[in-house]
């Protein structure tokens, strides 16, 4: 039974199903991007190839220019910020092709863990417009966020023509094995294609990411809330005669605030399983983006502070922030679950527990000592994703550009 379940989870997604989906967005993109099939067929896996190939046709081009430049420290640079960056999409894409259906189970597990406590946001208009504000937060994010990589486009695209018309340049490699004149306007139009492919790619795969930890934590949130209005179904009744008030109990004897625990405890649990399955999937694409993020932000802020074209100044200060956005926004929306998760211990402490039964105070008790436990998710199940990350990150960054400053001095 299990593995069938696996399979139907991980089973093809169609149109109408990503429509109803909390990731309708990054899921439709991706499927523009050519690695989410809705559903698929031989078109679409010719549509994949194809970006695989110029992937591959862009790493090889790449080389090649990279061989003839060497030792042009401005020029070297400059080819590396795209090779770098075309490269990391690159090897998402393959990531994501070899891994559709865990990825698929993951867009499910996501709408399953959206609805885990739907019935509670629509009896508290306080926790449904937690959970709606979650969902536009991560629909808008995504949405100005690959608007703003598009706009990257009509900086390096058309620099080349505007401001070395004459010279013939390309936006990426230069092909110094034949000036750039062989096929100039095939070049020209296949470098194009390969930097927008793969860059609104490898942005809508971190944007996924991210808009899946925005609603975890959100529903971490709403758990928080949920346990720390926990409280004793008792009411206060005035005897005759004058008498003290006493507490009393529902009739039927049950303890409705051990329930209302049980339940808060496994919703806990079901979005604790749903952040493993997410750090594992999501692990390798991580460490990924950390690495070749670290990498241009390097070499881009070399161009940006030492070339001598004020092209290039221009274009690869514009284009600083998408390295240093990626890696922010991966630490912000990890961190932020880090502290919905550490706020369920607090939460649990300030509910009403010292007049609730003993095996109330029990469950309250085994719950604690589980929040206590740090959620934190990992790159590659080794290096921590948090604002302590971010920092480290832009660190050896700055390192390394300082680096090569010493190295273009000498």
């Not at 959206?114 to 508290?124: F, I, K, M």
């Not at 966020?145 to 990257?152: A, D, I, Y």
């Not at 899946?212 to 005897?239: D, G, N, Y």
Request: charged share 15%; aromatic share 10%.
């Amino acid at each position: 039974m299990e593995s069938g379940a696996a399979e139907d989870v991980e089973g093809p997604m169609g149109w109408s199903e990503s429509g109803g989906s909390v990731l309708r967005l990054n899921v439709r993109h991706l499927w523009a991007c050519g690695v989410w099939p809705l559903p698929g067929g031989w078109l679409f896996e010719a549509y994949a190839a194809l970006g695989l190939a110029l992937g591959a046709w862009n790493a090889a081009e790449s080389l090649l220019a990279l061989s003839f430049c060497w030792g042009d420290m401005e020029e070297t640079t400059l080819l590396l910020t795209s090779t770098f960056t075309i490269g990391c999409g690159s090897a998402k894409m393959a990531l994501l092709l070899a891994r559709r259906g865990r990825y698929r189970a993951l867009a499910r597990r996501v709408q399953a863990l959206a609805s885990l406590q739907t019935g509670h946001c629509l009896a508290d208009p306080a926790l449904d417009d937690i959970r709606r504000g979650s969902q536009r937060r991560a629909f808008r994010l995504t949405l100005s966020m690959l608007l703003f990589m598009f706009s990257q486009c009509f900086v390096w695209f058309p620099m080349p023509v505007l401001a070395h018309w004459e010279e013939r340049r390309l936006p990426f490699a230069q092909h110094a094995w034949d000036n750039n004149t062989r096929l100039y306007a095939l070049s020209y139009a296949v470098q194009c294609v390969i930097g927008a492919w793969t860059s609104q790619l490898s942005f809508g795969v971190d944007l996924l990411f991210v808009a899946v930890m925005i609603l975890a934590a959100a529903q971490l949130r709403i758990l928080t809330i949920r346990i720390a209005s926990l409280k004793t179904e008792s009411w206060k009744v005035k005897p005759e005669g004058g008498a003290r008030c006493e507490d009393v109990r529902p009739e039927n004897g049950r303890d409705v605030m051990y329930e209302n625990l049980c339940l808060c405890i496994d919703s806990h649990q079901k979005i604790l399983r749903f952040l493993k399955h997410l750090e594992n999937t999501m692990s390798s694409v991580v460490m990924t983006q950390f690495c070749f993020s670290v990498l241009v932000a390097c070499v881009a802020l070399f161009q940006a502070t030492y070339s001598t074209d004020f092209t290039a100044v221009l274009k690869c200060a514009s284009f600083l922030p998408v390295p240093g956005g990626q890696v922010f926004l991966y630490c912000w929306a990890a961190h932020n679950v880090t502290e919905q998760a550490e706020a369920v211990t607090m939460a649990a402490y300030s509910c009403s527990w010292v007049e609730a039964s003993v095996r109330f105070k029990r469950a309250l008790r085994i719950l604690i000592s589980r929040a206590q436990k740090p959620l934190v998710l990992t790159a590659g199940h080794l290096y921590p994703i948090n604002r302590e990350a971010f920092v480290s990150l832009v660190n050896a960054s700055y390192s390394y550009y300082a680096l090569l400053g010493q190295m273009n001095r000498r």
